[in-house]
């Protein structure tokens, strides 16, 4: 109970920071929906969602129903691109330092808390699977937020548009086909992780 109360404060925490800064974040969050809105992230993320929310019906854990499925994953998609860019412009000195706890915040609850919580609505009781979920989700996290600001540069090749000075703004060139190649084991590594680690049947 006292980790529930811990996680629990340090989302309220990250949710202060936010709402002290709205002036700042309300336009920075209408700037982003159009971020998300490119349509190659939008392509692979519907496959992705519906995979994650379904899949866990062929599987032996008990906990990957459809809230917990498609609640991650909308929250991964929603979050991790923004969650990532933070992490660099505090790095960068862009940010103020108290960033850091907004984007550990939305990692931790998107990848590991938000499970906690509905399981525990639901069972009754903590999952017994948290801290393998705590583990292992949070790289599903990352490199989701690290594909989904890829983007191709003019002349050919990639770069992360977290570097780019206007970033969230969605990028000029929005073509897939230069970003194609680096995107792939990002993808691997977070289909790695979701599937490797239960037990499968059909």
Not at 120 to 142: C, K
């Amino acid at each position: 109970m006292t980790y529930v109360c811990l996680w629990i404060l340090f989302c309220l925490i990250a949710a202060g920071i936010l709402i002290k800064d709205r002036k700042r974040i309300s336009p920075e969050l209408a700037v982003y929906r159009r971020f998300l809105c490119v349509p190659w992230k939008l392509a692979i993320f519907a496959p992705a969602f519906l995979f994650v929310t379904f899949a866990g019906h062929f599987t032996d854990d008990e906990t990957w129903d459809v809230i917990s499925g498609s609640g991650m994953s909308l929250l991964t998609f929603l979050t991790a691109p923004w969650a990532i860019g933070l992490v660099y412009q505090v790095a960068k000195k862009q940010r103020p330092l108290r960033y850091i706890i907004v984007a550990i915040a939305l990692c931790l609850f998107s990848s590991s808390w938000f499970y906690d919580g509905y399981l525990f609505i639901r069972d009754g009781e903590y999952t017994s699977r948290w801290v393998g979920n705590l583990l292992l989700s949070p790289i599903i996290y990352i490199s989701a937020g690290l594909l989904w600001n890829l983007q191709a540069k003019a002349g050919g090749g990639f770069t992360f548009s977290f570097l780019r000075t206007h970033w969230p703004r969605p990028p000029i060139n929005q073509s897939f086909r230069s970003i194609f190649l680096i995107a792939i084991p990002l993808i691997l590594v977070a289909a790695f992780v979701l599937i490797a680690y239960v037990g499968w049947h059909f």
